[in-house]
């Protein structure tokens, strides 16, 4: 079973080989290649708190963000918006095709605004385009991958 938490269900949709080290950027890329991968479904729990991303995050602790004194609570703002945005809860268990059709359903890339608020990612435009593909049904859509 994977481990995804809230805002990871869309940062999966934009990423483009960003990410804050190189093993978070490998971890990332496969989570994100499991989530196009259409002809494979899997169980993924949703939390908000860290991740199986978030474990090859240089700045996770032993339980929180610790990339500064307000990441925490930021991260986990995120991932309440989220959720609720999709109308999911806490530490449930969905499979991956259930979250796809939620959040092309229930997301539109101007959400993000709101959903993603604060986040530094936000600023290069391609979680939106993400949202956008996912929307119009080009979740296995080959994006570039560039390490910046």
Same mark, same amino acid.
């Given at each position: 079973?994977?481990?995804?938490?809230?805002?990871?269900?869309?940062?999966?949709?934009?990423?483009?080989?960003?990410?804050? @080290?190189? *093993?978070? !950027?490998?971890? $990332?890329?496969?989570? =994100?290649?499991?989530?196009?991968?259409? %002809?494979?479904?899997? +169980?993924?729990?949703?939390?908000?708190?860290?991740?199986?991303?978030?474990?090859?995050?240089?700045?996770?602790?032993?339980?929180?963000?610790?990339?500064?004194?307000? @990441?925490? *609570?930021? !991260?986990?703002? $995120?991932?309440?918006? =989220?959720?609720?945005?999709?109308?999911? %809860?806490?530490?449930? +268990?969905?499979?991956?095709?259930?979250?796809?059709?939620?959040?092309?359903?229930?997301?539109?890339?101007?959400?993000?605004?709101?959903?993603?608020?604060?986040?530094?990612?936000?600023?290069?435009?391609?979680?939106?385009?993400?949202?956008?593909?996912?929307?119009?049904?080009?979740?296995?859509?080959?994006?570039?991958?560039?390490?910046?």
């Amino acid at each position: 079973m994977r481990t995804l938490r809230g805002h990871h269900l869309l940062c999966v949709h934009g990423f483009r080989g960003m990410g804050y @080290s190189p *093993e978070f !950027v490998e971890k $990332m890329g496969e989570i =994100v290649e499991e989530i196009r991968n259409e %002809e494979k479904d899997f +169980v993924i729990k949703v939390v908000v708190a860290l991740d199986d991303a978030c474990f090859t995050c240089p700045h996770h602790g032993e339980a929180t963000c610790e990339a500064d004194p307000d @990441s925490e *609570e930021h !991260v986990t703002s $995120m991932d309440r918006k =989220v959720l609720k945005h999709l109308g999911i %809860e806490q530490n449930g +268990v969905y499979l991956k095709s259930e979250l796809l059709k939620l959040t092309a359903r229930k997301v539109h890339p101007d959400d993000l605004d709101h959903l993603c608020q604060g986040c530094s990612w936000l600023q290069y435009g391609v979680c939106k385009e993400g949202i956008a593909n996912v929307r119009a049904g080009n979740i296995q859509e080959k994006q570039r991958c560039q390490n910046l």
